[in-house]
């Protein structure tokens, strides 16, 4: 929906009547959105990278890595800056794993394969 463009609605035979509310737009729907989730591995770390918005600055952030399973092989904390955000961890073994990152209600996630 965009204002000046037609609203294309579908009606049944038997509709009589349709009642059409507009209503004023919230704006930005996905303003505290975290993007850039990256991993690098450096030696025996896993240094983890992501971007968060001004509005997320100040928040509980945390890493998370994952197996298959589900189990929680590591865990790192910290808070959250505008901007770039990076944070280390010891590297696993190898095999496949999901990265986490939660940042306040926000969170992104990724497989990751370790070499």
């Known amino acids: 929906m965009h204002e000046g463009k037609p609203l294309q609605v579908s009606l049944t035979s038997s509709t009589k009547k349709a009642a059409v509310r507009v209503a004023r737009s919230a704006g ?5 959105v975290l993007k850039g989730l ?29 197996d298959v399973k589900g189990h929680v092989i ?10 770039t955000n990076a944070m280390t961890t010891k590297l696993p073994k190898l095999g496949v794993y999901i990265l ?16």
């Open 28 to 32: 930005i729907v996905a303003k505290n």
């Open 38 to 66: 990256r991993s690098v591995q450096v030696g025996n770390q896993l240094q983890v990278s992501f971007d968060a918005p001004e509005s997320l600055a100040g928040e509980r952030s945390k890493v998370e890595l994952l």
């Open 74 to 83: 590591a865990t790192v904390s910290a808070k959250a800056l505008s901007g």
């Open 100 to 115: 986490r990152v939660r940042v306040g209600s926000q969170q992104l996630a990724q497989c990751i394969f370790v070499k």
